[in-house]
Structure formats: C-alpha cells, structure tokens
C-alpha cells in the first residue's frame, strides 16, 4: 500500500471549472486540506466533550435526570434536519460561505451555552451548534471540488476522522477544563478555536466554483426535521409516558405520518430538498441505509464508555447511602431522646408546681382547672426545647444505637464504575482510540484509492459488531472497555474513510451536497436514535438501594444517575444487531469494488 500522494492531473482527465488546485505546490495543497479538516473537527470535538461531561452539566439542571441526554440528542436531531438543507445550499450558493454560516451560528450556539443556567436556553444553543455537523457535509464537496483527483479519497480519509485536535486535543483540553475550572470553560474553549478558525477558512481556502441554481425546498427540511423528533420524543420517553398509552402513541405516529408524507412530497416537488430518484439508487441507498444503522454504534459507544467509567463504584455508592441514612437515624434517635427528655421535664416541673399548691391549699379541695392550665403554661415556659435539649448530649444518645442497624442493598447492583474524571477518561480510553481512529482514517484513504471503499468499510462493520458484543458480554471494568475501545478506534477511522468515498464515487459533482447532506442526515438520525433508545434502556434499569434499619420496613429508592448493568448491556446487544444488519448491506453491495476515482464516474 502506497503512501506517495500524486497530485498530478491524471492522463486522459477532461479539466473542470471547479477551482481544482491542479498544479498548486504541496505546500498549498496540504494547507488548503488541513483549514478544512480543522474547521470539521469542531463538530466531533464538541462531541466527545460534552457527551463526556454530562456528569458535570447534570447538577446544574437538577430537574432534568435521564433527559440530560437531550443535550446529546437535539444535537443530533438538528443536525439531521439542518445538513441536507445546508448541503443543498453549498450546491446553490457556494460551499465555502456556507461552511462559514455553520461556523458563525456554531459561535453563537456555544456562547450561550456556556453563559446560561435555563435548560430550554441550553437546548436553544445545542441545536445551533448542531449546524456544525453540516460542515463535515460540506467539506466532502470541497475536498472533491479543490483537491487533485488522486488525493481525493485520501483527504475525505483525513476529513473523515480529523487532523488530532478533536481525537487528541479535545479530550485532553476538556479533561482539564472540566477538572480545574467547570463545564462551561468546555463551551468557552469552543468558542475560541471557532474565533480562530474562521478568519483562516477566508483567508486560506478558496471557493468551489461549481454552482446548482436550484430553489430551495424548506417543506422537505421541515417534514424530515419535525418527523425525526416526534419519533425521538416517544423513544425517550416511551418508558416514563408508557409504551403504549394512547397519549404516548400520539408522538410516534405524528412522527411516523411526517417521515412517511417527506418522500411523496418530494417527488411531487419541482425542487426537492432530496432528488428522490438520487435516494433510490442503489449507488446511494444502500450506503445511506449503512450509515443509518451503523451510527447506532457509534453515537452509543461514546456515551456509554464515558458515563460508565466516571460513574462512582457501587461499594462506594452502598457507603453514601449509609452514610446518608445513619445521619438520618441519628437525628431521628436524637430527636426522639430530646423529645421523652422534654416529656419528663415538664412532666417533672408540673408535678412539683401542683404539689405546691395543693399545699397552700385547704385539705381535700382539688386545683381548678384554669389553674391547672397556668401552671402547665408556666412550667412550659420555663422548661423549653433549648435548655433540655443543652442536657442531651448527642453521643450518648449515639452510643446505643446498634452498629449494624442500617443495611443497604443495591437491587440490582452493577459493576461498572470507576470515578474517572473527564481528563482520566480521556488518557485512559479515548486516547489510544482517537490515535487509531485518525491513523486508520489515513491508511483506509490509501486503501480505497487502492481497492475501493466496500471492503474497509466491511471490515469497519465487522469489528463495530465485535466490539458491541464485546461491550455487552464482557468485564465492565475500565481496562476492558480501554481495550475494545481500541480495536473500535480501528473501525471509526475505516468506517468514516469509506462511506464519504463511496457518495463521491457514486454521484454526479453537482448533487455532492446535498448528498454529503443525504449521508449526514442518515449518521446524525442514527446516532440520535441509537441513543434515544439505549436512553430508554437504562431508564428501564434503575439502579435502587433497599435500604434496611433495624425496627422498620425495607424502604426502596432510586439512585439517580446510575443504572444496572442490564440496562447498558441490552443497548450493546441492540447496536451490535444493528451494526451487524448493516454488515449484510455492505457484504451485498455493488458498489465501492474498483479503486476509487476521486469522483471522475462522474
């Protein structure tokens, strides 16, 4: 397998008016690439923090729980409702000034996430940062407008799984930041790098010259839009509504009726958001198919290695909850001693009080009820809560209390959980995933120059299906998880290297947007979905402490946040199916068996 890049025009190659930097030194070349790929790498980056950092941003909406997910989900659903329009509007519009409208509504998104505490202003912002999922979109039809036709597949490699700052600089920088400041510097430092990124994208790359004058079809983007989440809605929330409750059922239908209505009304349009017949062609469709089920996969596996191993272990939990209780039987013990202490003070002080009267008093005659009543009051007066309770000392109630009269049991347990911080997290699993995902993202763009893309992409899904079953059946502990995720790092980089290539080699220059857009719809979709109902998994699976005191009935309680192993591990097995349905539509594919071309088929 070469590693020489030839950035010569190939022998027999019409030119195009494209803009193509044929001829350009290395030098340009390379930096043109390299603007690109850094401005697409604020998309995962902010991923792989945030998705990391759910623990740290859960407290500061307490009211949110398992819906804290959100912030991962809008991501996605946005971004798969907002990439095809934004791919239709590079084809029409130009695919660099598009690329800087994303990174412009991405700045102001992330500013106000990171300066709110409303969790609708949150969301309000996640969804404009979503628009950064589209710059991957436009990236490929750059990289295929610009770059000679051989470093083609190579730089959609490279575009595909990052130049190291999202792999290596995002999860260490925001280990840090979450570690010594909060999460908000996470927001803070995304920010800064997109400052920084737009005025060297105008500076460094040049426009694509190639154009589709083509109106734009807004009813398409918002029937796919609304359809998505309605649909996401009832998978999230299906558990807490009820499954099959008629108010429950009418989000999934309502979602249903839109995704079923977005494909007639598009053939009908004179200006469809999607070329339908574009869609169909097995070209396409198959690999739109692919990404839709592999995403799964790959929007799962990051939430989950992140929540499980920065999750307290479960002796420590069983401690807290003791810990918790005994204050509370402690106070309760101290509380009851103060109180029989206070009953026989007054007791005592009253029985006096009336003695000395009935003494001042003729033989035989009994004390009149009001002044019964003014001595209990005076008594009362005198012998307060504060100077019995000065009499009571706390220890001496504590000393007979039996030590083992608070038990906690968590039913179910799970065995995960390992206190990681972010920044732990990140040098103990993301690292060495990230460097092989950005290695064999390059190696699978030599591979596919070579052979074409199906077979690293066969490979890819191979491995995703091994590592979910992995997940699932294996030790919970962080070196495990370190280990699979490695070997899952090899299938990102090929999977990413593979299924852009296989658009570009599979239609024509002037539908690339919008079907850049048609691929990333499909992994956003598929990783908002693959989390939605792994979210409904875990929220099926709570962890709960049956917490025991000697003299009272068990009392059962949820432990928020924290869910048993069944939950993660029927989410494993439920992507690894599906990982495993987009293998056979790889293993069947015609498409991606020649070495690719850099898009001259067409």
Same mark, same amino acid.
């Given at each position: 397998?070469?590693?020489?890049?030839?950035?010569?025009?190939?022998?027999?190659?019409?030119?195009?008016?494209?803009?193509?930097?044929?001829?350009?030194?290395?030098?340009?070349?390379?930096?043109?690439?390299?603007?690109?790929?850094?401005?697409?790498?604020?998309?995962?980056?902010?991923?792989?923090?945030?998705?990391?950092?759910?623990?740290?941003?859960?407290? &500061?909406?307490?009211?949110?729980?398992?819906?804290?997910?959100?912030?991962?989900?809008?991501?996605?659903?946005?971004?798969?409702?907002?990439?095809?329009?934004?791919?239709?509007?590079?084809?029409?519009?130009?695919?660099?000034?598009? +690329?800087?409208?994303?990174?412009?509504?991405?700045?102001?998104?992330?500013?106000?996430?990171?300066?709110?505490?409303?969790?609708?202003?949150?969301?309000?912002?996640?969804?404009?940062?979503?628009?950064?999922?589209?710059?991957?979109?436009?990236?490929?039809?750059?990289?295929?407008?610009?770059?000679?036709?051989?470093?083609?597949?190579?730089?959609?490699?490279?575009?595909?799984?990052? $130049?190291?700052?999202?792999?290596?600089?995002?999860?260490?920088?925001?280990?840090?930041?979450?570690?010594?400041?909060?999460?908000?510097?996470?927001?803070?430092? %995304?920010?800064?790098?997109?400052?920084?990124?737009?005025?060297?994208?105008?500076?460094?790359?040049?426009?694509?010259?190639?154009?589709?004058?083509?109106? %734009?079809?807004? !009813?398409?983007?918002?029937?796919?839009?609304?359809?998505?989440?309605?649909? =996401?809605?009832?998978?999230?929330?299906?558990?807490?509504?009820?499954?099959?409750?008629?108010?429950?059922?009418?989000?999934?239908?309502?979602?249903?009726?839109?995704?079923?209505?977005?494909?007639?009304?598009?053939?009908?349009?004179?200006? #469809?958001?999607?070329?339908?017949? $574009?869609?169909?062609?097995?070209?396409?469709?198959?690999? =739109?198919?692919?990404?839709?089920?592999?995403?799964?996969? !790959?929007?799962?596996?990051?939430?989950?290695?992140?929540?499980?191993?920065?999750?307290?272990?479960?002796?420590?939990?069983?401690?807290?909850?003791?810990?918790?209780?005994?204050?509370?039987?402690?106070?309760?013990?101290?509380?009851?001693?103060?109180?029989?202490?206070?009953?026989?003070?007054?007791?005592?002080?009253?029985?006096?009080?009336?003695?000395?009267?009935?003494?001042?008093?003729?033989?035989?005659?009994?004390?009149?009820?009001?002044?019964?009543?003014?001595?209990?009051?005076?008594?009362?007066?005198?012998?307060?809560?504060?100077?019995?309770?000065?009499?009571?000392?706390?220890?001496?109630?504590? @000393?007979?209390?039996?030590?083992?009269?608070?038990?906690?049991?968590?039913? #179910?347990?799970?065995?995960?959980?390992?206190?990681?911080?972010? $920044?732990? +997290?990140? &040098?103990?699993?993301?690292?060495?995933?990230?460097?092989?995902?950005? =290695? +064999?993202?390059?190696?699978?763009?030599?591979?596919?120059?070579?052979?074409?893309?199906?077979? #690293?992409?066969?490979?890819?899904?191979?491995?995703?299906?091994?590592?979910?079953?992995?997940?699932?059946?294996?030790?919970?502990?962080?070196?495990?998880?370190? =280990?699979?995720?490695?070997?899952?790092?090899?299938?990102?980089?090929?999977?990413?290297?593979?299924? /852009?290539?296989?658009?570009?080699?599979?239609?024509?220059?002037?539908?690339?947007?919008?079907?850049?857009?048609?691929?990333?719809?499909? @992994?956003?979709?598929?990783?908002?979905?693959?989390?939605?109902?792994?979210?409904?998994?875990?929220?099926?699976?709570?962890?709960?402490?049956?917490?025991?005191?000697?003299?009272?009935? /068990?009392?059962?309680?949820?432990?928020?946040?924290?869910?048993?192993?069944?939950?993660?591990?029927?989410?494993?097995?439920?992507?690894?199916?599906?990982?495993?349905?987009?293998?056979?539509?790889?293993?069947?594919?015609?498409?991606?068996?020649?070495?690719?071309?850099?898009?001259?088929?067409?």
């Amino acid at each position: 397998m070469s590693t020489s890049v030839d950035t010569a025009v190939p022998p027999g190659t019409a030119p195009d008016d494209s803009g193509r930097l044929d001829g350009a030194s290395n030098l340009r070349i390379w930096s043109v690439l390299a603007i690109i790929v850094l401005f697409t790498e604020v998309a995962p980056m902010q991923y792989v923090m945030v998705a990391s950092a759910l623990r740290q941003i859960a407290p &500061t909406f307490p009211d949110q729980g398992a819906n804290i997910n959100w912030s991962i989900i809008v991501f996605g659903i946005c971004g798969a409702a907002v990439s095809p329009l934004i791919g239709k509007l590079s084809d029409i519009w130009g695919k660099k000034k598009m +690329f800087l409208l994303c990174g412009v509504l991405f700045l102001i998104g992330t500013v106000m996430c990171a300066v709110t505490s409303s969790w609708a202003v949150f969301l309000t912002g996640r969804a404009l940062e979503a628009t950064a999922i589209a710059t991957t979109v436009v990236s490929y039809g750059l990289i295929r407008d610009l770059m000679p036709r051989r470093m083609v597949p190579i730089g959609l490699g490279i575009a595909s799984t990052g $130049l190291g700052v999202s792999a290596l600089a995002g999860p260490l920088i925001g280990g840090y930041i979450t570690d010594h400041t909060s999460w908000r510097g996470l927001f803070w430092f %995304l920010a800064i790098f997109t400052l920084v990124m737009i005025p060297l994208l105008i500076l460094v790359v040049p426009e694509s010259k190639l154009r589709t004058p083509q109106r %734009l079809d807004v !009813i398409g983007a918002v029937l796919l839009g609304a359809g998505a989440t309605l649909t =996401l809605i009832y998978l999230d929330k299906g558990q807490d509504w009820g499954w099959t409750k008629p108010s429950t059922l009418v989000w999934l239908i309502g979602g249903l009726v839109l995704l079923a209505l977005f494909p007639i009304v598009e053939m009908r349009a004179k200006n #469809p958001i999607m070329d339908m017949k $574009l869609l169909f062609n097995p070209r396409v469709s198959v690999v =739109l198919f692919i990404g839709l089920l592999a995403s799964f996969m !790959i929007g799962y596996q990051s939430y989950a290695t992140g929540y499980m191993t920065q999750s307290p272990p479960s002796s420590e939990v069983v401690e807290q909850v003791k810990a918790g209780t005994w204050e509370q039987v402690k106070s309760g013990a101290l509380a009851q001693a103060q109180a029989q202490a206070l009953t026989q003070a007054r007791a005592q002080g009253l029985a006096q009080a009336e003695a000395q009267a009935k003494a001042a008093m003729p033989p035989g005659m009994e004390l009149p009820p009001e002044l019964v009543k003014q001595l209990t009051d005076k008594v009362n007066a005198a012998v307060t809560p504060e100077v019995v309770n000065a009499q009571v000392p706390p220890e001496a109630v504590y @000393q007979h209390l039996p030590p083992d009269m608070v038990k906690v049991d968590l039913e #179910p347990g799970y065995t995960y959980g390992d206190n990681f911080t972010l $920044l732990k +997290f990140a &040098t103990h699993l993301t690292l060495a995933q990230s460097l092989l995902a950005m =290695l +064999f993202g390059f190696l699978g763009g030599l591979w596919i120059r070579r052979s074409g893309a199906r077979l #690293p992409l066969v490979s890819a899904l191979v491995i995703f299906v091994g590592a979910g079953l992995a997940y699932a059946a294996l030790s919970h502990g962080w070196q495990t998880q370190a =280990l699979i995720g490695a070997v899952f790092g090899i299938a990102f980089g090929l999977y990413y290297a593979s299924t /852009p290539n296989l658009i570009v080699e599979g239609v024509p220059a002037q539908q690339q947007g919008i079907s850049a857009g048609m691929l990333g719809v499909m @992994q956003a979709m598929g990783a908002a979905v693959g989390l939605a109902v792994a979210t409904a998994f875990l929220s099926a699976n709570p962890v709960k402490a049956v917490v025991s005191v000697t003299g009272a009935p /068990p009392v059962t309680k949820e432990i928020p946040m924290l869910y048993a192993d069944k939950g993660y591990e029927i989410s494993f097995y439920f992507v690894a199916i599906s990982a495993a349905v987009a293998l056979v539509g790889a293993l069947i594919m015609k498409h991606g068996r020649t070495p690719a071309t850099g898009g001259t088929a067409h």
